[in-house]
């Protein structure tokens, strides 16, 4: 299965002192590009489905740097889905910049049923929602 692929572009605020993208950054980016890999499916990691209102919040993420990135560097980044369980989901983020690896990444996320007072509760993933991330 082929990755699905955004680009993100540094901003300057993202950089630090050395000019270089904050380590910090690298979850955001992986956030953003989680939630258009998600978007292009016709999802969210908070939706009402089927009658109930489901998030995906994080449980796990990692990010292993290789190489800088830096004010206005245009970061294509592919996202994967590494593993599928019966209620959670793990990611995989690869940034490269024209071909350049510059850093990989892992983000888990366990499905909920949000409830009364914010309370949440873990389910398995529903059977069509996770049709449509197996389709990817």
């Not at 993208?21 to 908070?46: D, I, P, Q, T, W």
């Not at 449980?59 to 593993?83: G, H, N, Q, T, W």
Request: with cysteine; aromatic share 12%; charged share 25%.
């Amino acid at each position: 299965m082929a990755p699905f692929h955004t680009t993100r572009r540094v901003e300057f605020g993202e950089t630090d002192m050395a000019g270089i993208v904050h380590f910090s950054n690298f979850f955001r980016y992986m956030e953003a590009a989680e939630c258009e890999f998600l978007r292009a499916r016709g999802l969210s990691v908070k939706l009402d489905w089927e009658g109930q209102t489901i998030g995906f919040p994080r449980v796990s993420a990692s990010c292993d740097y290789i190489a800088p990135a830096r004010f206005e560097d245009v970061l294509d980044v592919a996202v994967s889905i590494e593993r599928i369980g019966t209620k959670s989901v793990t990611y995989a983020f690869e940034f490269t910049r024209a071909g350049t690896l510059i850093a990989r990444g892992k983000v888990t996320s366990c499905c909920v049923r949000a409830g009364p007072n914010h309370r949440m509760e873990g389910i398995a993933i529903p059977a069509s929602y996770r049709a449509r991330l197996e389709a990817a």
